[in-house]
């Protein structure tokens, strides 16, 4: 099973992207699961993010993205977005999109079984 993150790239500071998450070949791996987003810039742990649980009702985000970023899912298309606003130069870094196999998970890394590749997300000052 793999995880496919989408959408990295490079941004101005103050700019927006949107990352899009979505499983391959268990595409339900998504819908029926907790679904987490965590980066990791260049010399530094991997961190929270973001997750939400299977039918979105809850979600958690790190206080450094709280109000600027959003995390919702479709389950009907097995994906999971992560809406990036006002980012910073400081954004800059390599997300990860991760499943849990339970409805809903925390902020710790071994919370979640399923890892994919990342993208990266750079933004300019």
């Known amino acids: 099973v793999q995880l496919q993150a989408s959408g990295g790239g490079l941004v101005q500071a103050g700019g927006s992207l949107r990352l899009s998450c979505a499983a391959a070949?268990?595409?339900?791996?998504?819908?029926?699961?907790?679904v987490a987003w965590f980066r990791q810039a260049p010399g530094k742990e991997r961190e929270f993010v973001a997750t939400i649980s299977w039918k979105g009702g809850t979600t958690v985000y790190a206080d450094s993205v709280k109000g600027r970023f959003t995390i919702s899912r479709d389950n009907a298309k097995n994906t999971v977005y992560l809406e990036m606003n006002r980012l910073k130069p400081e954004d800059t870094a390599k997300y990860h999109c991760?499943?849990?196999?339970?409805?809903?998970?925390?902020?710790?890394?071994?919370?979640?079984?399923?890892w994919g590749q990342g993208t990266l997300v750079t933004v300019s000052s």
């Open positions: 991760a499943a849990a196999y339970r409805s809903y998970a925390g902020a710790g890394t071994d919370e979640y079984r399923y």
């Open positions: 070949p268990a595409r339900t791996l998504i819908s029926n699961n907790a």
